[in-house]
Every structure is written in C-alpha cells, then in structure tokens.
C-alpha cells in the first residue's frame, strides 16, 4: 500500500531541504551511526532515509547498493507517519507490504524497525531503520539502542548544518578583511602619506593643497565603500532578519532616489524614474535598495549633466528592472566581461571619481540569491544599462 502524505508535508519537505542533504556524497560520521545500528541490531541492512517529495534517498547504507527508491514502495515513507519506532514483523502478512515489490522482489525483505529522525521543529524527515531477508524482531534494549542512534543522526545533521552556516560566516569575514585591506588601506595609507610629507615639508603648499582636493574625492569613495561593505556584512551575517514582502517596486525606487539625490544634483543628473505603478514584487526590500542605490550610484559616478532613469515592467513571470544613464559607457571588452570573471573592473568617473569595483560584485550576488540575473548593454559615448531579470 502507498503510504498517506503527512498533514504537514509542506513543512516536513521545506525542513528537510534546508539541511542541504539530498544527493551528497557518503560522510564518514553517518555511515558510522549505520554500522553501528546494523551491528547492535543484527541486521544485515541499515539506512539512514530522507523521505524526498517521491522518492526516498540514503544518506548511509549498509546492505544494499541502491542510493535511492521510489517514495512509494517506501516502508519509511509509512514510518514518518508517527513519531515512535516502527516494527514489521513479517512484511508478508502485513497488508500494507505484502505485495511490496521489496517484498516479493530480489531484496526479500521480511523484517522492518525503524526510527523517524524528527527536527527539532517536528518535522520527521525520515528514518533510521534496519531490514532482514527473515521474519524477526528485535529485543526491548534493541529498541532502545535504535532510538538513541536516531537521535544521534539528528545531532549529527544539526552540526553539520551549524558547520556549513560557521564556514559561511568566515568565508564572508574572509572576504570582508580582504575587500578592507587592498581596497580602504590603500587610499587611506596614500593620504596619511601625503600629511606627513606635508609635516615634514618635502612638499609645497601649492602641490599639497592640489593633492588635498584629490584626497577628498578619494577619501568620500572610501567612506562609501565602507558603508557598502558594512551594509552587505550585515545582510550577510544575519540571514534570519531578511523577511519577504510583498512591495511596490516604484515606491523603493522613490526611496532609494531621495538617498542618491545630492550625488545627482551635484553633478546635475536628473533622476527619471518610470516604473509601472502597477509592478511588485516579493522578497526582501532592503537587498533591492540595496542593488539600486549601487546601480544609481555608479551611473552618477559615470554621467554628468545627464539623466538617471530606472524602468520597472512585468514579462511575462519575472519583474524586469532596467537602470540606464546618459553618460560616458564603456568600451566593448570591459562591459561584455563585466560579470563572467571574479576580477573587479574599475575606471575613474566624469569628475576623477575612483572606485573599487566592489559594488558590482556584490550587486551580481545578491540578484544571484534572489533567483534572478543581471546583464549590461553599453555603448562608448552613450551610456550603459543594466537590466535585472527577478522572478515574481
């Protein structure tokens, strides 16, 4: 018999899913836990099984050769059904086995006991079972060893799951010491340089107060480049603050202009926005601003006396965003590698503005996080547009 869905299944699928545990490769620490199961329990088959949407798949296997089954033929996909350990005896006078193609096949199963591996949120995402080719059972303190191995999986796939967020968070401070060491150093070291040649007077006051104003547009990029990267550290490390919401894509737009609009003015760029009043979308507001306020910040640094316009449409089952300036574009070679290398490109603005190239990277990341895609068209001479491409 196929076994019911459970009454939570959305719930049960979306917990499991978030272990990242489907379809990875075998790991030393479950398969011990399966060995050990096997052996107290004398069983000559042992499995750790994720109940997939229609499938069940083996994390670790004793016994068997098979990675996965159908869902349907599935004992543990009646194990997940409750929340104690589950015995069949003997799978041929069982109704709901008897006929199971596990059964009557070349496996023979006759024995089934198993434990369901229950989240921390309740959810059962499968079980840690033992199977025999004879009819059995298993002893009071066999029982009682396989629910203390079952909990033992569940650890073990909560640590590594703490594992994975803790290497994210030193990849992302790595990346964070990296960005602050070659691209904040450098232009603050160059200004305390130019102080102290000006302190001990190797240089004129004429020269030192030319480099000065050079050192101020510098300094204000450099402060912007930390704003940027504090902000994306931020986002970065607290993942459980993001919240989905259903918003209008205008409106964000509107807020992020009044945040860019004394860089526009003065360079004399007028901001256009003429997304459609009726487009929304739904994810976190904050990553959007985000991708705006950098998009809008480099076309002002690349145009002046121009216009700034950001078109909003639905195509279709995505929201289109479109980011064009008037301003001076690039050339071929530097806007058709703008995104397929980890290099950061960087030229100097219409004012000798200097830049990192930062924000284009974390720009392609987080459109990338969000499901959707980025690409540029640009023209030398003419200007540039960025087009976002995110699902509704």
């Not at 303190?141 to 396989?146: D, I, N, P, T």
């Amino acid at each position: 018999m196929k076994a019911d869905i459970p009454v939570n299944e959305n719930l049960r699928l979306a917990d499991l899913y978030q272990y990242n545990l489907l379809d990875t490769t075998e790991e030393k620490e479950f398969n011990d836990l399966v060995q050990l199961a096997s052996a107290i329990c004398n069983a000559p088959i042992s499995l750790i099984s994720l109940i997939d949407a229609e499938r069940q798949w083996f994390k670790a296997r004793v016994g068997i050769d098979l990675t996965e089954t159908s869902r349907d033929t599935s004992f543990c996909s009646h194990g997940i059904l409750n929340g104690d350990i589950f015995i069949v005896p003997d799978a041929t006078n069982d109704n709901r086995f008897a006929q199971n193609p596990m059964v009557t096949g070349k496996q023979g199963i006759r024995f089934y006991a198993g434990v369901p591996l229950t989240t921390g949120a309740g959810n059962n995402l499968g079980m840690l079972c033992v199977k025999d080719t004879v009819p059995r059972s298993l002893t009071s303190e066999q029982q009682q060893a396989l629910m203390v191995i079952g909990q033992q999986v569940v650890k073990q796939m909560e640590l590594r799951l703490k594992n994975q967020e803790l290497e994210r968070i030193t990849e992302t401070q790595r990346r964070m010491i990296s960005i602050i060491a070659h691209d904040v150093r450098s232009p603050l070291a160059s200004i305390v340089s130019l102080f102290q040649l000006y302190q001990n007077k190797m240089i004129d006051p004429d020269r030192f107060n030319n480099f000065l104003h050079v050192s101020s547009a510098q300094l204000h990029s450099t402060m912007a480049l930390l704003e940027n990267l504090v902000e994306w550290g931020n986002i970065q490390l607290q993942p459980a603050s993001l919240v989905s919401e259903m918003f209008s894509l205008k409106d964000a737009v509107e807020k992020v202009f009044t945040e860019v609009t004394v860089q526009a003015s003065m360079k004399e760029n007028r901001l256009v926005n003429q997304v459609h009043a009726a487009v929304k979308l739904n994810m976190d507001e904050n990553i959007l601003r985000f991708i705006l306020r950098n998009l809008l910040t480099n076309a002002n640094k690349f145009t002046e006396k121009g216009s700034i316009t950001v078109d909003g449409f639905n195509f279709g089952k995505k929201v289109v965003i479109r980011v064009a300036d008037t301003g001076i574009g690039m050339p071929p070679r530097m806007s058709e590698r703008l995104f397929l290398s980890k290099e950061k490109y960087s030229r100097r603005g219409t004012q000798n503005e200097s830049g990192s190239g930062l924000g284009l990277v974390l720009i392609k990341e987080f459109v990338e996080k969000a499901n959707g895609s980025i690409q540029v068209q640009s023209t030398e001479g003419q200007g540039s547009s960025f087009i976002i491409e995110l699902p509704l």
